[in-house]
């Protein structure tokens, strides 16, 4: 469990602090399937990346409330982004949907 009275990176909460880090704007998601269909390898591309050394307090921020149902809350001054869902379908082509709730 990351540490949040100690900012910084370990490698047991490095894709955490990766995927909520503040000042990653734009986020990339490849995946591709054995012939098989049995195993998939997932790349995660962040950009600007995250996970800098002596900017964890900043970028990464506890949640102070949680999120209600009517809309955003607010954490520090951030907007608290909107809940996203991902399905992935493999019964004959690879396909991705992302919904963004807004």
Do not use: E, K
């Amino acid at each position: 469990m990351y540490n949040y009275s100690s900012p910084g990176f370990s490698s047991v909460t490095g894709h955490f602090t990766q995927v909520i880090w503040l000042g990653s704007t734009q986020l990339g998601i490849g995946i591709a399937l054995t012939n098989d269909n049995r195993t998939a390898y997932v790349v995660a591309n962040y950009y600007p990346p995250g996970n800098y050394l002596g900017q964890f307090g900043a970028n990464v921020l506890p949640v102070c409330t949680a999120p209600s149902a009517a809309g955003n809350t607010t954490n520090a001054g951030a907007t608290t982004p909107p809940a996203t869902a991902f399905s992935i379908s493999t019964t004959s082509n690879l396909a991705i949907t992302t919904t963004v709730n807004s």
